[in-house]
C-alpha cells in the first residue's frame, strides 16, 4: 500500500526514532509497504518516519542503470560502525522536502550493521551512491534532514518554500 510521505516542517521529522524490539508481520508489512511507496514516489530510499512510523526502518534501492534488476534493501535499527576519512559530494534531495536538492558531504564509504527481516544481524559495507543514501535515511531515524547539513540561510530558505508548498496543497484539497 502506498503511503502520504510527510512534508518538511513536520514536527515528526524531527523525533528520534525508538528501535524495533523484534522484527514481525507489522514491521514485514510495513517494510513492503514503504518500498512501494518509495518505488512509487520515485526515490531512491525511505525511513519510516517519513510517512509518520517512528521506527528505526529504512528501505532503499539506489539501483540506477535501468538494464539492472531492482536490489530492494530493508535496514531495521540501522547504525554506521564505521566511516572513511574520505568524504564524497553528492547533490542530495529527499521524498519529504520535494523538488529542492543541494550538495551535501558526507563519509565516501560507511560499515553498517542492522537488522534484516528474518531478524539476523547484517553488516556490510556501502559506497558512492549506496553510501550517501544509507547515511541520509539514517540521519532520518535520528531525525534529521539533509537541510540540517546546510548553512542556516539556505536552510531557512528551502523550509519557507515547503511551507508556501504545504500552503498551497492544503488549498488544493480544499
Not at 553498517?112 to 541520509?136: I, M, N, P, S, Y
Not at 540561510?153 to 508556501?164: D, V
Request: proline letters at 7%; glycine letters at 4%.
Amino acid at each position: 500500500m502506498i503511503r502520504p510521505i510527510l512534508i518538511h516542517p513536520d514536527p515528526r521529522l524531527k523525533k528520534v526514532c525508538p528501535a524495533v524490539p523484534e522484527v514481525t508481520e507489522d514491521i514485514r508489512n510495513l517494510a513492503r509497504d514503504m518500498l512501494e511507496t518509495m518505488y512509487d514516489a520515485p526515490g531512491v530510499g525511505l525511513a519510516a518516519p517519513q510517512i509518520g512510523v517512528m521506527l528505526r526502518v529504512l528501505v532503499m534501492d539506489c539501483t540506477k542503470d535501468a538494464e539492472a534488476a531492482p536490489r530492494p534493501m530493508v535496514l531495521i535499527n540501522p547504525s554506521i560502525i564505521g566511516a572513511s576519512e574520505e568524504q564524497s559530494v553528492y547533490e542530495e534531495g529527499c521524498l519529504s522536502i520535494p523538488e529542492q536538492y543541494a550538495e551535501v558531504s558526507r563519509p565516501a564509504r560507511v560499515r553498517v550493521r542492522w537488522t534484516d527481516l528474518d531478524g539476523q544481524t547484517v553488516e556490510d559495507d556501502f559506497e558512492d551512491l549506496w553510501a550517501t543514501c544509507v547515511q541520509h535515511e539514517i540521519d532520518h531515524l535520528d531525525g534529521k534532514l539533509f537541510i540540517d547539513h546546510l548553512g542556516a540561510l539556505k536552510r531557512q530558505m528551502i523550509t519557507r518554500r515547503m511551507e508556501k508548498l504545504k500552503r498551497e496543497r492544503a488549498r488544493d484539497k480544499a
